[in-house]
């Protein structure tokens, strides 16, 4: 298993995958920078290497010619190009999981000049890399966190694998939380934070608990379920509610099908429960909502 990026591997993602892959039986190459090399050798990687050198291409070249590569994970700008030259050079899989754009999607120009070259920078970027890959030899793919709802990965890793893993300390949920603020008005102070730059950190802002009410849609139809537009907050309190799922119906979306039974099931359809709402716009299942000012 490599993963190369420009600092990627110290992401919530790239911290993640790199104890996924060493869970799995692999060895982990990664990149970052050097004030993060003992961080991720922490959480398994066998061989870190400075992302900012010229010649750390090279260098893992170098480290894996005795290997054989299962593949590449990229994350960052300027990491699917590496990773599509290492795996092309070295023994094994040329596969590249490609789990990044080259362009920070939510900070697009507002003009229609700047966004027009925006986007054809980024067809251009589609194109060059993947004549660059084919002409290596190797196949790249955009990879979303949802695509292991439906296929054998996702239960493997979340049914199978973390709870124990987590209760037993061979898994550790990283990166630590950087806690910037308190309350709904702290959102904007943690997303200037995160464009400043994080490493080796998750922005985190923690909500104040004001009270909490059990809902069982099970036990009530569509039209009484209160949705977030209309549920009032807990006596005594005011501000804003979320709706956190405790467990979803995994019988077809049928309502009031639930019971205790069916945590963490997925329907028939492959859909997780937790993506379906009802006609009135009400989450199916049961869910703990909690009011916070």
Same mark, same amino acid.
């Not at 006609?279 to 000012?293: L, R």
């Given at each position: 298993?490599?993963?190369? =990026?420009?600092?990627?591997?110290?992401?919530?993602?790239? $911290?993640? @995958?790199?104890? &996924? !892959?060493?869970? /799995? +039986?692999?060895?982990?190459?990664?990149?970052?920078s050097?004030?993060?090399?003992?961080?991720?050798?922490?959480?398994?990687?066998s061989?870190?290497?400075?992302?900012?050198?010229?010649?750390?291409? =090279?260098?893992?070249?170098?480290?894996?010619?005795?290997? $054989?590569? @299962?593949?590449? &994970? !990229?994350?960052? /700008? +300027?990491?699917?190009?590496?990773?599509?030259?290492?795996?092309?050079?070295?023994?094994?899989?040329?596969?590249?999981?490609?789990?990044?754009?080259?362009?920070?999607?939510?900070?697009?120009?507002t003009?229609?000049?700047?966004?027009?070259?925006?986007?054809?920078g980024?067809?251009?970027?589609?194109?060059?890399? /993947?004549?660059?890959?084919?002409?290596?030899?190797?196949?790249?793919?955009?990879i979303?966190?949802?695509?292991?709802?439906?296929?054998?990965?996702?239960?493997?890793?979340?049914?199978?694998?973390?709870?124990?893993?987590?209760?037993?300390?061979?898994?550790?949920?990283?990166?630590?939380?950087?806690?910037?603020?308190?309350?709904?008005?702290?959102?904007?102070?943690?997303?200037?934070?995160?464009?400043?730059?994080?490493?080796?950190?998750?922005?985190?802002?923690?909500?104040?608990?004001?009270?909490?009410?059990?809902?069982?849609?099970?036990?009530?139809?569509?039209?009484?379920?209160?949705?977030?537009?209309?549920?009032?907050?807990?006596?005594?309190?005011?501000?804003?509610?979320?709706?956190?799922?405790?467990?979803?119906?995994?019988?077809?979306h049928?309502?009031?099908?639930?019971?205790?039974?069916?945590?963490?099931?997925?329907?028939?359809?492959?859909?997780?429960?937790?993506?379906?709402?009802l006609?009135?716009?009400?989450?199916?299942?049961?869910?703990?909502?909690?009011?916070?000012?």
């Open positions: 298993m490599l993963s190369s =990026s420009p600092g990627g591997r110290s992401t919530s993602v790239g $911290s993640n @995958a790199v104890q &996924l !892959a060493r869970a /799995a +039986g692999y060895e982990v190459l990664a990149t970052a050097p004030k993060n090399f003992e961080y991720l050798k922490s959480l398994g990687a061989m870190v290497f400075d992302c900012k050198q010229p010649d750390t291409v =090279s260098r893992i070249i170098d480290a894996l010619q005795s290997k $054989s590569c @299962a593949g590449a &994970l !990229a994350i960052g /700008a +300027g990491s699917l190009e590496a990773c599509i030259d290492i795996v092309a050079a070295v023994p094994g899989r040329k596969f590249v999981s490609q789990a990044s754009r080259p362009a920070d999607m939510s900070d697009m120009p003009n229609m000049v700047g966004l027009f070259k925006t986007i054809f980024l067809l251009w970027w589609n194109i060059s890399t /993947a004549l660059r890959a084919r002409s290596k030899g190797v196949s790249t793919k955009f979303w966190g949802g695509d292991v709802v439906a296929n054998e990965v996702g239960s493997m890793t979340y049914q199978d694998f973390l709870p124990e893993a987590l209760a037993s300390g061979q898994y550790h949920a990283k990166p630590d939380p950087k806690i910037v603020g308190k309350g709904l008005e702290s959102l904007q102070g943690g997303i200037d934070t995160y464009k400043r730059g994080v490493s080796a950190a998750k922005v985190v802002v923690s909500l104040i608990c004001k009270g909490r009410t059990i809902y069982d849609h099970s036990a009530t139809n569509t039209s009484s379920f209160s949705s977030t537009k209309s549920l009032a907050p807990q006596n005594g309190h005011s501000g804003y509610v979320i709706f956190i799922p405790l467990y979803a119906c995994g019988k077809g049928t309502e009031g099908s639930c019971d205790d039974s069916d945590a963490g099931v997925i329907g028939d359809d492959g859909v997780a429960c937790v993506t379906k709402m006609p009135g716009n009400e989450p199916d299942g049961i869910w703990d909502v909690v009011t916070v000012d």
